[in-house]
C-alpha cells in the first residue's frame, strides 16, 4: 500500500504520526512510504533521516495526498487539507467527529473511508492512551503556569509550603488522562481530590499517596470540591462520543477568582459548560473570572516526546490497516467512523 503522511497544518502542531524508524517498518513490510517534506521537523526527524531508511520524500502537501492511498496524519483535517482529501483515501488519524459536525458532514461528502485513532478498542484504547497520558501532565503544568500572578492567575504555588495551604487540585475522570493529572498533582504535594465512578479506579487513585482522595461524583460532593478548587481539571471520556457536560456553568462560576479550569476532554466537546476549543496561538480565555485553558492538541507542545509515543502505538494498527484484507480485523472494522462516505460509527449516529 502507499502510505502517505502529510505535515500537520494545525496551529502549533509539532507531532508526526511515524518517526523514521517506526516508518522504516512499514518499508521493511512491503509498503511505500511518502513523508511530505520537513513534515518530522518539529518534532526532531529530518528529511535525510527518513530518506535513509527508504521513505520518499514529497515537495508538498498536493503530492502527498495525490500519491497515497493512506493519509495518515495526527490530527483531523483542517483548512485546505480538506481539498486534497478524494474519496478513495483510506484517512487514518484523530478525527473526534462526535464535536466536530461540520467536518463530519464534509468527509462524508468527500466519500472517503475514515478510521480514528481514538475509536481503535482492544483491551483498552491502545492508540489514544499515550496521548492521554501527555495530556494529563500538560493538564497540570498549564494549570500550575496560569495560576501564576502574570498569567492571570490568584497567584498561588499549587504544591505549597511550609506555613501556606496545599494547592487544591480537582481532577474529573480517572482514566489515562485524568489519572496521569493526578500522579503529577501529588507529586508536587497538591491537595488532589478525583472524581470517577469506577471503584477499581478509585482505589487506584487512593494508592497515589496520603494527599489524594477518591470520590464517587455525587453532586453535593462534587459541589463542594469544585468551589473550593484552585485548579479544575475535565478528564472525562465515552469512547468515540460527545463528553457529557460533569461540571455546570453555574458550579465554575462560583470558584474563586484566579482559579483555573483545564479541559482536557475539549476535543470530544468538553466535559465542563463554559469550555470552549482553543488552539495553542490563544489558548486562554477568561469566564466567570475564572482562566479556562483548552487547546484541542495539548500533546502537540512535546512533539518530540509525544511523536514517539504515538508511533510505538500507532505501528502495529497501521501494519494491519494497511493489509487488503483489513477488514476482516473485527477490532478495525469496528473503529470506522465514516465508510465510503457513510457514518456508520453507532457512537456518531
Known amino acids: 500500500m502507499r502510505i502517505a503522511i502529510p505535515k500537520e497544518i494545525k496551529p502549533l502542531e509539532g507531532r508526526v504520526a511515524l518517526v523514521p524508524d517506526a516508518a522504516a517498518e512499514l518499508v521493511h513490510a512491503g509498503h511505500e512510504v511518502f513523508l511530505e517534506k520537513n513534515a518530522g521537523q518539529a518534532s526532531g526527524h529530518t528529511d535525510d533521516q527518513y530518506e535513509k531508511l527508504g521513505v520518499k520524500i514529497l515537495p508538498d502537501a498536493a503530492a502527498a495526498y495525490e500519491t ?19 474519496a478513495h483515501h483510506l484517512l487514518f488519524s484523530f478525527l473526534h467527529l462526535a464535536a466536530l459536525p461540520e467536518l463530519t458532514r464534509r468527509l462524508c ?10 475509536t481503535v478498542e482492544d483491551h483498552g484504547l491502545p492508540i489514544l492512551t499515550p496521548m492521554s497520558n501527555v495530556a494529563g ?22 504544591g505549597g509550603l511550609p506555613g501556606t495551604r496545599r494547592g487544591r487540585v480537582v481532577i474529573i475522570g480517572a482514566g489515562n488522562a485524568g489519572g496521569n ?14 472524581f470517577d465512578k469506577q471503584p477499581e479506579k478509585l482505589r ?44 455546570s456553568r453555574e458550579q465554575v462560576c462560583n470558584m474563586q477568582p484566579g482559579s483555573v479550569v483545564v479541559d482536557i476532554a475539549v ?34 507542545a512535546v512533539p518530540k516526546t509525544a511523536s514517539s509515543a504515538l508511533s510505538a502505538s500507532l505501528m502495529p494498527w497501521v501494519l494491519r490497516l494497511a493489509d487488503k484484507n ?8 469496528a473503529a470506522i467512523n465514516i465508510d465510503s462516505g457513510k457514518l456508520v460509527h453507532p457512537a456518531l449516529i
Open 68 to 86: 497515497g492511498q493512506m493519509i495518515l496524519k495526527v490530527k483531523e483535517p483542517v483548512g485546505p487539507e480538506l481539498e486534497l482529501l478524494q
Open 109 to 118: 461528502e468527500i466519500g472517503l473511508t475514515a478510521v480514528a485513532f481514538e
Open 137 to 158: 501532565r500538560i493538564a497540570v503544568q498549564t494549570g500550575t503556569h496560569y495560576l501564576h500572578a502574570p498569567s492571570g492567575g490568584k497567584g498561588l504555588l499549587l
Open 181 to 194: 493529572a493526578a500522579r503529577l498533582a501529588a507529586g508536587m504535594g497538591c491537595d488532589v481530590t478525583v
Open 204 to 247: 487506584h487513585m487512593m494508592s497515589l499517596g496520603s494527599n489524594v482522595t477518591a470520590l464517587y461524583p455525587y453532586r453535593e460532593a462534587l459541589n463542594t470540591a469544585v468551589a473550593q478548587a484552585d485548579l479544575l481539571i475535565g478528564a472525562v471520556l465515552i469512547p468515540g462520543a460527545r463528553a457529557p457536560h460533569v461540571v
Open 267 to 300: 476535543d470530544q466537546g468538553g466535559c465542563v459548560e463554559t469550555t470552549h476549543p482553543t488552539s495553542w496561538n490563544d489558548p486562554v480565555y477568561t469566564e466567570c473570572g475564572i482562566s479556562h485553558f483548552c487547546v484541542t492538541n495539548m500533546p502537540g
Open 326 to 333: 483489513w477488514r476482516d480485523d473485527p477490532v478495525l472494522r
